[in-house]
């Protein structure tokens, strides 16, 4: 697993003196590609946020959450390869739909899923614009890059298109297969790692993180086993938002944070 490497003390990490927004997320990524090796590492995707709209991402911007799918009004849906595998716990994720849903500041539409928690993972990643790139060439509404696109496509229904920063990966339908897909690699890992899969926000920080790194992050949290100093720098650079997180950016406060959110 991705538990070897220099070891650090966490019990000092200060929390950031600002929360990041959405723009700013882009400008760190590359701390996340020093990871991207293997989906058995940390940062296997790019997870940093879009650049549409550069906003602080708001306290009721898609909680995480199993609440029933609700069509949204005036949507309009957008076809999706179908994913399958995974936990049984996975299917209403792998079920959700996506719609177009009115125009973002840049123009752009906006894209929603009738899930709550993929309506999040939207949410967070790139603000629902499908057609962001940010400048290290994580794209679209799940930020990927060729690894963990790759990865996603093992699940996907016939398979995605060959990984294209402009092409395939701008398509809303074939990169929200691509969420669900990688949601579905992730998900057979931390089975196999012994974290539970039944609580979206693991599901969504081993997509921000990578399940190694997610899983790095848990183990810490719950007391057990220490972090990598790439793992911690992905941690501060992809804060919780400050309404949720308790006290210093420790990995007991980060991964409560985003538990709750």
């Known amino acids: 697993n991705s538990t070897t490497g220099n070891s650090i003390n966490t019990s000092n990490i200060k929390a950031p003196s600002s929360f990041t927004d959405i723009k700013g997320w882009a400008e760190t990524g590359q701390n996340m590609m020093q990871s991207i090796t293997s989906s058995m590492n940390g940062g296997s995707s790019g997870s940093m946020g879009g650049e549409a709209e550069g906003t602080y991402i708001a306290r009721d911007a898609g909680q995480f959450n199993a609440g029933p799918n609700v069509v949204p009004a005036d949507g309009q849906e957008v076809k999706s390869p179908t994913v399958k595998g995974g936990p049984p716990g996975l299917q209403p994720y792998l079920q959700a739909k996506l719609y177009r849903k009115g125009t973002l500041k840049n123009g752009r539409p906006k894209y929603v899923s009738d899930n709550p928690a993929m309506n999040a ?6 603000s629902g ?4 790139v940010n400048r290290l060439g994580y794209a679209g509404l799940g930020q990927f890059k060729a690894p963990a696109w790759n990865e996603a496509s093992k699940y996907v229904e016939g398979g995605l298109p060959a990984f294209s920063t402009y092409g395939s990966a701008l398509d809303p339908g074939l990169n929200f297969a691509a969420i669900k ?27 921000q993180q990578g399940p190694g790194g997610f899983a790095q992050i848990y183990r810490a ?13 992905n941690m501060k650079n992809n804060p919780p938002p400050k309404d949720y997180l308790q006290g210093p950016l420790t990995p007991v406060t980060y991964y409560n944070a985003w538990l709750n959110r």
């Open 121 to 126: 993972f939207l949410t967070i990643e790139s």
């Open 129 to 132: 614009d499908a057609g962001v």
């Open 181 to 207: 897909g990688y949601m579905v690699a992730n998900a057979n890992l931390l089975s196999k790692y012994g974290i539970p899969v039944d609580h979206p926000a693991h599901l969504y920080l081993a997509h």
């Open 221 to 233: 949290a719950k007391g057990g086993g220490s972090m990598r100093a790439d793992i911690i720098r």
